[in-house]
Structures are given as C-alpha cells and as structure tokens.
C-alpha cells in the first residue's frame, strides 16, 4: 500500500509538472516527489491515491507547503519571496 501511494504521488507531480509547462520539470521528476513527499503525507494524505485530488489539495495549501514544494508546484512564482510571503500571512505577520 505504501509503495503504491508513493508512485501514485510521483505520477500526479510529474503529470502536474509536465500539464504546467514547469521549469521544475527539468530538474527531474524523482526530485520532485522528493520535495513533495512529506507534504503530500501531511497535507493531503486523505487524498491518496486520487492523483488529480493530490495535485489540488498541494495547490490550495500554497501557503503550507515547505519551501522545496513549493518551489515544485509554483515555478512561476517568484522563487523565495514569493514562500516567505506566504509563510508571512500564515504565521500572521504583516
């Protein structure tokens, strides 16, 4: 169950990543589930395995995800200001 809910995970990043036109993708799809892996768990485990719930719930949690994800799933961005911002509004700094 486990083994298949990783490769589940990999498929809905690699198909979000490649549906995206990402640049992420360029770095390599086993990179991206790295980065995603632990937020899928925490975030969206109740989706497992629907991949196109997955890739939804990482993208309403923008603002939750680590700085790797985030990076994955939102290439465009802005790269770190565009993290910090959301963990700003998160922890409820101004």
Same mark, same amino acid.
């Given at each position: 169950?486990? !083994?298949? *809910? %990783?490769? %589940?995970?990999?498929?809905?990043?690699?198909?979000? @990543?490649?549906?995206?036109?990402?640049?992420? #993708?360029? $770095?390599? *799809?086993? $990179?991206? $589930?790295?980065?995603?892996?632990?937020?899928? #768990? !925490? %975030?969206? /485990?109740?989706?497992?395995?629907?991949? /196109?719930?997955?890739?939804?719930?990482?993208?309403?949690?923008?603002? !939750? %995800?680590?700085? +790797?994800? =985030?990076?994955?799933? #939102? +290439?465009? =961005? /802005? /790269? =770190?200001? @565009?993290?910090?911002?959301? @963990?700003?509004? !998160?922890?409820?700094? $101004?």
């Amino acid at each position: 169950m486990y !083994r298949n *809910s %990783l490769q %589940l995970i990999g498929v809905a990043l690699v198909a979000f @990543t490649i549906g995206g036109g990402g640049a992420a #993708f360029a $770095q390599g *799809s086993m $990179q991206q $589930q790295n980065a995603c892996r632990p937020d899928v #768990f !925490r %975030l969206c /485990g109740s989706y497992i395995p629907d991949v /196109g719930e997955i890739v939804t719930c990482l993208k309403g949690n923008e603002a !939750r %995800l680590s700085e +790797p994800c =985030h990076e994955v799933m #939102f +290439p465009d =961005h /802005g /790269g =770190h200001e @565009t993290y910090r911002r959301a @963990t700003q509004l !998160r922890s409820g700094e $101004q």
